[in-house]
């Protein structure tokens, strides 16, 4: 998603650490917090809006 500018650096680094968490969970059978996965889940979905909801609001402004 970097190389294709579609997130920042600082963005980048955050998912490798939640990459790294589901790793450490599937491959390492370590249990994160509940707090870590709501937290997870948070950043995941804001990333999500960022790149694939955001770039709607222009157009539905431009018609106003």
Excluded: W
């Amino acid at each position: 998603l970097m190389e294709k500018r579609l997130i920042l650096p600082g963005q980048a680094k955050t998912m490798h650490a939640i990459r790294k968490i589901g790793n450490d969970t599937v491959h390492e059978i370590k249990t994160p917090s509940i707090m870590s996965l709501k937290l997870c889940i948070e950043i995941i979905n804001n990333l999500f809006l960022n790149i694939y909801e955001l770039d709607k609001y222009p157009k539905i402004l431009s018609r106003r």
